[in-house]
């Protein structure tokens, strides 16, 4: 079941959080739920798409905000449902009343916190009908990301 809103509940945090921990490289994990919390305190009017399991658990989040008057997109799935076509669903709900969404790709193998490889999902956008802004990147201690754009 796929759920929008606003604002999500400490619950709802935890688990996302979780996911996020799990699923993105070791550089970008949150120490804590307050780490959570600051990172969606920075987003501008974000909206918050979370699709649910039979049993109620998060498995997959995303979220629209406002960054730089452009439109702009996080998104992160559970590797339990990864190939089943749900993160392309995911996203094509996020287009659905948008002309134009934008996100930072990491394009770049990185460490994850339990030792395994990311791997950039750069060509899953691309297979999505995003287009790459290789001009423009973001580079820090973090993380290396390329910009990406969707246009309706």
Same mark, same amino acid.
């Given at each position: 079941? $796929?759920?929008t809103?606003?604002s *999500?509940?400490? !619950?709802?945090?935890?688990?996302i !959080?979780? /996911?996020?921990?799990? =699923?993105?490289?070791?550089? @970008?994990?949150?120490?804590? !739920? ?5 990172? $969606? ?8 798409? *979370? @699709?649910?399991? =039979?049993?109620?658990? /998060? @498995?997959?989040? &995303?979220? +629209? ?5 452009? +439109? ?21 709900s996020?287009? =659905? #009343?948008?002309?134009? $969404?934008? &996100?930072?790709?990491? #394009? ?5 916190l339990?030792?395994e490889?990311y791997k ?5 956008? $691309?297979?999505?009908?995003?287009? @790459? ?7 820090? =201690? ?11």
């Amino acid at each position: 079941m $796929l759920l929008t809103k606003t604002s *999500l509940t400490n !619950s709802e945090k935890t688990q996302i !959080s979780g /996911i996020w921990n799990n =699923e993105y490289p070791e550089s @970008l994990n949150f120490i804590d !739920s307050n780490g959570f919390d600051n990172y $969606l305190a920075g987003l501008s009017d974000p909206v918050h798409y *979370l @699709l649910e399991g =039979e049993n109620g658990e /998060i @498995l997959a989040w &995303a979220c +629209k905000f406002i960054r730089d008057n452009e +439109k702009w997109f996080a998104i992160i799935i559970d590797k339990k449902i990864h190939g089943q076509g749900k993160g392309t669903a995911l996203l094509n709900s996020l287009k =659905e #009343d948008e002309t134009v $969404l934008t &996100a930072w790709v990491i #394009d770049k193998e990185a460490v994850k916190l339990n030792g395994e490889i990311y791997k950039s999902p750069l060509n899953f956008y $691309l297979k999505n009908g995003f287009l @790459l802004c290789p001009e423009i990147r973001l580079e820090n =201690e973090k993380m290396s990301a390329v910009k990406i754009t969707w246009k309706k």
